[in-house]
C-alpha cells in the first residue's frame, strides 16, 4: 500500500489545501508533520469553505484519522478555537478522528509576543513571519526547553517545564524591554487548557507504524513551501522547520522506507509573502494581473502575496531536494488571456550562467532570471477535467514545465473545486 507524502515545492500557498483534500478520500489516515497555525490551508467542499490553520485537512472527510505528529508546533489555544468554528460547520472532531501526538511542543502566549517583538525591533532582524510564534517556539524545542502536550498532564513536571523556558525568556524579554512573565497565571492558563488538549494526545509514532504495518493508506501533509525550509530555503528568510519531504518521517515517528510517493505540490507561476530573494518577482502590470487573477493574498495573515513567472530552476532544485516523484500543477487558469508567458530557465552571474540558485545571500541577490518565452493561450482552463479541454499552449507550457523541472506532472488542477482535476499518475496507485 502506497504512503504519500504532500509538499509545496515553492514558498508555500501553492494550493496544497484542495490536493491533500482531494487524496484524503483515498487516504484512511492524514498527518501533519511540521509547521503549525502559520499555515493556512482553504478547503471548497460543494459550496462551502473550510479554512484551516492548525487542523489537518483530512478532518473535514468522515471515517479519516487525522493527526497532528511531533514536527508540528501546537497553539492549544488556536486548536481549540478552529475546532470550534469547524464544528460550527457541521464537522464532528473527536478524540477517534483527531489525535495529536504527546511529545508535540506547545507554542505560549510568550511565543507569539516574542516573534511580533522582534519582528517590530529593527528592520535588519525582519523576517516577515506570520507573527504566531513559530520560530520562538521551535527555538525552546531545539534549546531543550519547550513544553511538550504530555507535560500537561502531571502538575509538578508542568511546573518544571514553565520555570525551565522562564530562566530563558525573563532574561531575554528584559533585553528586549518586555515585561517579565507572570508564572503563576502561565500555569493557570497551561491548566485550564489541559484538558481540552490531552483527550487528544497519543503515541502517534504507534498509531501510524500499526497502521502502516495493517495496510492503511497515510497522506503525509506538508506545510509552507521547500523553499522555506529551514536548511534548503532563502534562508534566513525560511520558516523555522523542515518543509522537504524527508521531514516527514521524523515528524511523526515513521521510517523513511515507509514513503512511497512525493507529490509537489506547484503553481504555474510563482508567489511569496514576507521579506527574502525572489528572482522572478515582478513589478509590473502582469505582477498586478497575476496578483489579482489568483486572488494572492494570504490565508493565515491577509498579506498581498509578490507574484511573479514561473521559476523553473527553483522548483527543480526542490524536486531534487524533496525527492519529488511528482507534481501536482495549479492554477494554471490564472494564466489565461497572457499573449506571452516567460519561463526562467536559468540563472546569469556575473555573466555566468548557473543552473541552481546559489546558497550565498550576495550571490543570490546578483542571480538574474535568463527567460524562456511561450505563447499564451486565449481560451479559458478553468475547470478543464480532461487534456481534451486544454488549449493546444497550455499543454505546450505544461510539457516544457516537465521538461525543465525533471519531474512529470501527476495531477493539474484547474480550478479550487476539487473534482476540476485531471488526473495523470495516482499517487496511492500501488
Ligand atoms: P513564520 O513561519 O511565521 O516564522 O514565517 C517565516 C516565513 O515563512 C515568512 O516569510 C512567512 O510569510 C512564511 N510563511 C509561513 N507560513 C507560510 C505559509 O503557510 N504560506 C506561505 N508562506 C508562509
Not at 24 to 32: F, K, L, N, Q, Y
Not at 350 to 356: A, K, S, T, V
Request: glycine fraction near 12%.
Amino acid at each position: 500500500m502506497a504512503n504519500v507524502v504532500v509538499v509545496g515545492a515553492q514558498w508555500g500557498d501553492e494550493g496544497k489545501g484542495k490536493i491533500v483534500d482531494w487524496l484524503s478520500e483515498r487516504a484512511d489516515v492524514i498527518a501533519r508533520f511540521q509547521g503549525g497555525h502559520n499555515a493556512g490551508h482553504t478547503l471548497v467542499i460543494d459550496g462551502e469553505v473550510y479554512k484551516l490553520h492548525a487542523l489537518p485537512s483530512g478532518v473535514v472527510r468522515g471515517g479519516k484519522l487525522s493527526v497532528i505528529g511531533n514536527g508540528v508546533v501546537l497553539d492549544p489555544w488556536h486548536l481549540i478555537k478552529e475546532i470550534g468554528t469547524i464544528q460550527a460547520q457541521g464537522v464532528e472532531i473527536t478524540p477517534e478522528n483527531l489525535m495529536i501526538a504527546e511529545n508535540t511542543p506547545l507554542i505560549l502566549p510568550f511565543h507569539g509576543e516574542l516573534d511580533r517583538a522582534r519582528e517590530s525591533q529593527n528592520s535588519v532582524a525582519k523576517i516577515g513571519t506570520t507573527g504566531r510564534g513559530i520560530g520562538p517556539c521551535y527555538e525552546d524545542k531545539v534549546g531543550r526547553r519547550v513544553i511538550r502536550v504530555a507535560d500537561l498532564a502531571d502538575n509538578a513536571t508542568l511546573e518544571l517545564r514553565v520555570d525551565r523556558a522562564l530562566v530563558h525568556h525573563n532574561a531575554l524579554r528584559n533585553g528586549l524591554g518586555l515585561e517579565p512573565i507572570d508564572r503563576n497565571a502561565l500555569i493557570a492558563q497551561l491548566q485550564e487548557i489541559a484538558p481540552k488538549i490531552l483527550p487528544f494526545a497519543a503515541p502517534v509514532w504507534k498509531v501510524l507504524n500499526e497502521k502502516r504495518k495493517a495496510g492503511k493508506r497515510i497522506l503525509f501533509e506538508g506545510a509552507q513551501g521547500a523553499l522555506l525550509d529551514i536548511d534548503f530555503g532563502t534562508y534566513p528568510f525560511v520558516t523555522s522547520s523542515n518543509v522537504i519531504a524527508g521531514q516527514a518521517s521524523t515528524g511523526v515517528g515513521i521510517g523513511p522506507g515507509s514513503i512511497d510517493f512525493v507529490l509537489g505540490i506547484v503553481k504555474a507561476y510563482t508567489t511569496r509573502v514576507g521579506e527574502g530573494p525572489f528572482p522572478t518577482e515582478l513589478d509590473d502590470d502582469d505582477g498586478q494581473r497575476l496578483g489579482e487573477r489568483g486572488h494572492e493574498f494570504g490565508t493565515t495573515t491577509g498579506r498581498k502575496r509578490r507574484c511573479g513567472w514561473f521559476d523553473a530552476c527553483l522548483v527543480r532544485q526542490t524536486c531534487a531536494t524533496s525527492g519529488v516523484n511528482g507534481i501536482s500543477l495549479t492554477k494554471l487558469d490564472v494564466l489565461d488571456g497572457f499573449e506571452t508567458l516567460k519561463i526562467c530557465v536559468g540563472y546569469d552571474l556575473d555573466g555566468e550562467r548557473l543552473d541552481y540558485l546559489p546558497t550565498a545571500a550576495d550571490q543570490q541577490a546578483r542571480c538574474k532570471p535568463i527567460y524562456e518565452e511561450m505563447p499564451g493561450w486565449s481560451e479559458s482552463t478553468e475547470g478543464a477535467r480532461s487534456w481534451a479541454d486544454l488549449p493546444a499552449n497550455a499543454i505546450k507550457y505544461v510539457r516544457r514545465v516537465e521538461e525543465l523541472i525533471d519531474c512529470p506532472v501527476a495531477l493539474l488542477s484547474t480550478s479550487p473545486e476539487r473534482d476540476d482535476t485531471i488526473l495523470v499518475t495516482d499517487p496511492f496507485a500501488d
